[in-house]
């Protein structure tokens, strides 16, 4: 299991029991966590007290073990994650139409088609933890259909849309990415322009 996906399902599992996303303290222990870093190392790297960062940690392995049903620390809680989706997989392929493990999910299946078009390269990729694990729920467990990503223009939009495409792509037969609506526009925009000047 990938850090990335492991924090997404555990944000999904958090928001689950107290309504709220991993916070950014939480985020960091979380990763400190499965990386094997020592409280320590944790709290100097974000600039809190040793004390501070292992009570947040407790409550943080307090809700996962009420999530989960099954007692979760920071020495446990990435076998208890791996072990989970390994049964998830197992359940898959067995083929139960009943998903054990980390919330319901489609099981993975083979893409037969993937047209990426001029998908933006994301394989650097920073934040927006709670906003994809949102995004992932919302189109994998409530099963939406239609959604908008509305913002200002520069702020990552259309990065967060590649991002969430890249993870959810293995559940879905086909996957077709074209660009966004108002990049489209302006090319056609500038196409025309260069018609009507010449």
Known sequence: M???????????????????HLNTLQ???????WLGQKYEEIAEANYCSNSHV??????????????????????????????????????????SSETAGLGGA???????QQDWGEAI??????????????LEKWIQVDRC????????????????????????QEHFEYLIWRMPVAALMRRLSFGMSRRVSA
């Open 54 to 95: 292992k009570m947040i940690g407790a409550t943080l392995w307090d809700i996962l073990s009420e999530s989960l049903a099954e007692k979760i620390t920071k020495k446990n809680f990435r076998a208890v994650l791996e072990r989970r989706e390994r049964e998830e997989l197992k359940t898959d392929e067995i083929g």
């Open 145 to 168: 259909r239609l959604m908008g990503v509305l913002g200002m223009g520069g702020i990552g939009k259309t990065a967060l849309s590649v991002k969430l495409a890249q993870q959810l």
């Open 27 to 33: 985020t960091a222990i979380f990763r400190g966590a």
């Open 2 to 20: 990938e850090i990335e996906a492991a924090l997404a399902v555990t944000d999904s599992l958090v928001f689950a029991q107290t309504g709220k």
């Open 106 to 112: 489609r099981e993975p299946i083979t893409p037969i």
């Open 121 to 134: 390269d994301v394989s650097v990729f920073y934040g927006r933890i709670s906003e994809l694990a949102t």
